[in-house]
């Protein structure tokens, strides 16, 4: 399973286009401040969907969870490929 660390809004279609069902997609930075566009392109979408802040405990995005720099870095350790989107 692959890993896909995004980190713009604008690389989620290329990368839903390409991954398989069973790869995570890991949406950071500029993606939080984009939530209501990416709820629509996310919604139905197979993968597992997480999203990283530092603040998990408020976060409550519509798709996926929220993870914290731990989920990040055990997410990386579960995972082989992971490819970066910026």
């Known amino acids: 399973m692959t890993l896909h660390i995004v ?6 279609g290329r990368c839903l ?5 069973q790869d995570v997609l890991l949406l950071t930075e500029e993606c939080w401040g984009a939530t209501e566009t990416l709820c629509c392109v996310l ?3 197979p ?5 990283l802040t530092d603040q998990v405990e408020t976060a409550t995005p519509e798709y996926g969870a929220a ?3 731990e989920g990040f870095v055990a997410l990386c350790e579960a995972h082989t490929p992971i490819q970066s989107w910026y």
């Open 17 to 21: 286009d390409i991954s398989r069902e």
């Open 67 to 69: 993870i914290d720099y």
């Open 7 to 12: 980190s713009k809004p604008s690389d989620i």
């Open 47 to 51: 993968q597992e969907i997480y999203w």
């Open 43 to 45: 919604k139905g979408a």
